[in-house]
């Protein structure tokens, strides 16, 4: 079968390489894709975002499976355009359609289901400009610091913890004064819950639903998880703490209510499911559900998966998930992200990358890289992810950091910390 996967980050480089072990794949095509991509499949100059161009290239190519690796063109409705349109009758598709994505999309529609179907997650209010009295007294009654999250789609960045009191008002202010343009009309004010952050995975077919390994991902640019928030510097598979009676309430009380509301509300959701979860003395909460993997997560959680994903893929988009099972291998997986310095602010671009073909102990996923003459050059913030495997957290991490120093690029900057506090 031929496989298009959307996007061009590390997550689809990853995915796409675990793809490709499939007996069941002939081809696969990555849209628009990144110098990985491109050496090892082949790069569709097309936007995630351009579904007319997508859907022509569907049919023009024979593409059987279609794997949206992003947020964005599902909650702008892929899924939907596809469905509508009788041509693409045969097209399987990973990925909800637009309401389902609003899982994402919308921080307070995921706020509703969650309190709807009784599954843990902070206390909030929905703030507009309207009820900015009554949001101000909400906030009063919470104990710093204050979170405040722009409802909509905010490119990771509309997130706000803020300690003081008196600047979280003005903060809130901001926000619904369009801080981040329409996606902060609405603000939620949440608790600020205290614990350790864990992400969750799953592949469903909105009915049943295949646990994939669960990842920790390292948010902040700075060692000692300081600095600003990014995409995320590094992520580690398996996480110590997602066992026994912690495991067993993330399933029971939360995903497995989860995918419950999804079949009760009718979406149409087949695709993966990411649960950012918080670890609060034992309990397990929901930050944000995402309607796709995570990434750098996807770079760890990939390598682990010793089943056929793609056998999984096509039961999850056929409805057929009930009884697939997922083998995992039990190695430990790190991976160390190569940036570029200045990132989450502003960095430079077009820096050639070499050392790539001295690397033998780790797996290279690209992320910011485009090839220009058989020469790889950074584009982008987050460039490569270092991911290794090992019977210990030590030694992958051994693998990730030395194979980091090995591939150089001027203004290389990674944390040194990955795992640190595993
Ligand atoms: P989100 O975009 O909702 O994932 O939020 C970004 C980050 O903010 C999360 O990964 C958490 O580190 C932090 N965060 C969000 N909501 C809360 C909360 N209610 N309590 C504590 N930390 C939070
Ligand atoms: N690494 C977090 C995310 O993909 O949202």
Same mark, same amino acid.
Not at 157 to 163: A, F, M, N, S, T
Not at 238 to 253: A, C, I, R, T, W
Not at 377 to 406: D, H, I
């Given at each position: ?68 690796? &992003? ?25 909800? !359609? ?25 206390? $909030? ?12 007294? =909400? ?78 991902? $390292? ?49 149409? $959701? ?36 010793? &089943? ?52 033998? !102990? ?14 790889? =050059? ?9 991911? &290794? ?27 040194? !910390? ?5």
């Amino acid at each position: 079968m031929k496989v298009l996967v959307l996007g061009s980050g590390g997550r689809e480089h990853a995915i796409s390489k675990k793809i490709a072990e499939s007996k069941l794949v002939d081809k696969i095509f990555v849209a628009p894709g990144n110098a990985g991509t491109s050496i090892d499949f082949e790069n569709i100059p097309i936007s995630v975002n351009d579904f007319e161009k997508i859907g022509e290239f569907i049919l023009n190519e024979g593409i059987n499976l279609l794997v949206v690796g &992003s947020e964005d063109p599902l909650v702008k409705g892929i899924r939907n355009f596809l469905e509508k349109d009788d041509k693409y009758k045969n097209l399987l598709i990973i990925g909800p !359609d637009a309401s389902a994505a609003q899982l994402e999309g919308s921080k307070d529609f995921a706020k509703e289901f969650m309190f709807k179907y009784n599954i843990p997650t902070a206390a $909030y209010f929905k703030a507009e400009k309207s009820n900015y009295d009554d949001a101000v007294k =909400f906030m009063k009654n919470l104990n710093p610091p204050y979170v405040l999250k722009a409802n909509g789609l905010a490119a990771g960045k509309g997130v706000i913890i803020e300690p003081d009191f008196e600047t979280a008002c003005k903060e809130l202010k901001e926000m619904l004064h369009g801080k981040f343009g329409n996606a902060s009309e609405k603000v939620l004010i949440e608790e600020f819950l205290d614990g350790v952050e864990c992400s969750v995975f799953v592949i469903t077919d909105g009915k049943d639903f295949v646990l994939l390994p669960e990842a920790k991902d $390292y948010k902040r640019i700075g060692e000692g998880n300081t600095g600003p928030n990014t995409g995320g510097m590094g992520a580690v598979s398996p996480v110590s703490f997602f066992e026994g009676d912690f495991k067993n309430k993330v399933l029971q009380k939360i995903v497995i209510p989860t995918i419950k509301g999804i079949q009760k509300e009718k979406m149409n $959701y087949k695709g993966f499911i990411f649960f950012g979860l918080i670890n609060v003395k034992g309990e397990p909460y929901v930050i944000e559900y995402n309607v796709r993997m995570g990434d750098p997560e996807t770079e760890v959680v990939m390598p682990r998966i010793k &089943s056929d994903l793609v056998e999984i893929l096509i039961a999850a988009a056929k409805g057929n998930l009930k009884d697939t099972n997922i083998d995992i291998y039990s190695d430990i997986c790190t991976t160390v992200i190569l940036a570029s310095k200045g990132y989450p602010g502003n960095y430079e671009t077009n820096i050639e990358i070499s050392g790539l073909e001295n690397i033998s !102990d780790s797996i290279i996923f690209h992320a910011g890289t485009k090839l220009v003459q058989g020469r790889i =050059f950074t584009s982008g913030g987050r460039v490569l992810a270092v991911s &290794s495997l090992g019977k210990t957290m030590e030694e992958a991490l051994k693998k990730s950091y030395t194979s980091a120093k090995k591939i150089n690029f001027e203004n290389k900057y990674y944390r040194r !910390d990955i795992g640190f506090d595993l």
